[in-house]
């Protein structure tokens, strides 16, 4: 899901997904780990990213719709930690599809909370992969 930092609960603040320790066995804290050294990492792990898309009914223009992609990715920054890194490509788009007329910045604020929810959801449903163990065998959520 997500190429660099680790995810949290936005609700309680609880660290429901990320780095390992060293057994496999429970969660540990990557801004920690990143703080242990100054040395320039060249070659950073960049594989993955995070992706989302805001889709809503209301009549907004381009200007508008990034704006709320903007506003959207406060959503990645209250469940992930660190984010926006070098390491990733965390986008977020927007797309009107309707004609109700919406405040920007309330559909911009209630897109954040939205993607806060999606990253949970995506937490709770991966499934083991790669022998990784899923948040269901580490028993975090």
């Not at 680790?6 to 060293?22: E, F, K, M, R, S």
């Not at 070098?86 to 910045?105: C, F, Q």
């Not at 911009?108 to 939205?114: F, K, M, P, S, V």
């Amino acid at each position: 899901m997500h190429a660099l930092g680790d995810v949290y609960d936005y609700h309680n603040g609880n660290q429901v997904a990320g780095l390992l320790d060293p057994e496999r066995k429970h969660l540990a804290n990557t801004l920690d780990y990143m703080k242990t050294s100054t040395e320039i990492v060249r070659n950073k792990f960049t594989g993955n990213t995070t992706l989302s898309i805001v889709v809503t009914n209301a009549k907004f223009n381009k200007a508008q719709l990034c704006k709320i992609a903007g506003l959207a990715h406060d959503g990645y920054a209250r469940s992930i930690n660190p984010v926006h890194t070098s390491a990733d490509g965390d986008s977020i788009y927007a797309v009107s599809t309707g004609n109700l007329e919406v405040d920007k910045d309330l559909a911009g604020t209630l897109a954040a909370e939205i993607v806060s929810e999606a990253i949970l959801d995506a937490v709770r449903n991966a499934e083991s992969a790669y022998g990784l163990p899923s948040w269901k065998e580490i028993g975090c959520l």
